[in-house]
């Protein structure tokens, strides 16, 4: 738990690389949970790296296929991708609390 918090929160700031790191240790603990392997794409999203996203979300949703927070990280991921929607720097331009 707290390698994914440290990632959630690198995300929350906009701290791609830290995030990448802390998402990384969190799925070598938990390798089986999508939403870690969601926050990872997230990461990569925001770093820049499309395609390393694009894989960690599809490989989220391959894990859980009716996780809803995994297809909406792909569809997401796909979106910034495909120049739908701007890159986000931080995990709340991404996500905004409603």
Same mark, same amino acid.
């Given at each position: 738990?707290?390698?994914?918090?440290?990632? %959630?929160?690198? %995300?929350?700031?906009? /701290?791609? /690389?830290?995030?990448?790191?802390?998402?990384?240790?969190?799925?070598?603990?938990?390798?089986? /949970?999508?939403?870690?392997?969601?926050?990872?794409?997230?990461?990569? %999203?925001? &770093?820049?790296?499309?395609?390393?996203?694009?894989?960690?979300?599809?490989? &989220?949703?391959?894990?859980?296929?009716? /996780?809803?927070?995994?297809?909406?990280?792909?569809?997401?991921?796909?979106?910034?991708?495909?120049?739908?929607?701007?890159?986000?720097?931080? %995990?709340?331009?991404?996500?905004?609390?409603?």
């Amino acid at each position: 738990d707290v390698a994914r918090e440290a990632a %959630l929160s690198a %995300l929350d700031v906009g /701290d791609s /690389d830290s995030a990448i790191r802390y998402c990384s240790a969190a799925i070598e603990l938990s390798p089986d /949970d999508p939403g870690l392997v969601s926050n990872l794409a997230l990461a990569h %999203l925001l &770093a820049g790296d499309d395609q390393k996203a694009f894989r960690a979300a599809e490989e &989220a949703t391959s894990r859980d296929p009716e /996780d809803p927070i995994s297809k909406t990280v792909l569809k997401f991921v796909d979106d910034v991708a495909q120049g739908r929607r701007d890159r986000p720097k931080t %995990l709340a331009e991404a996500f905004p609390m409603q």
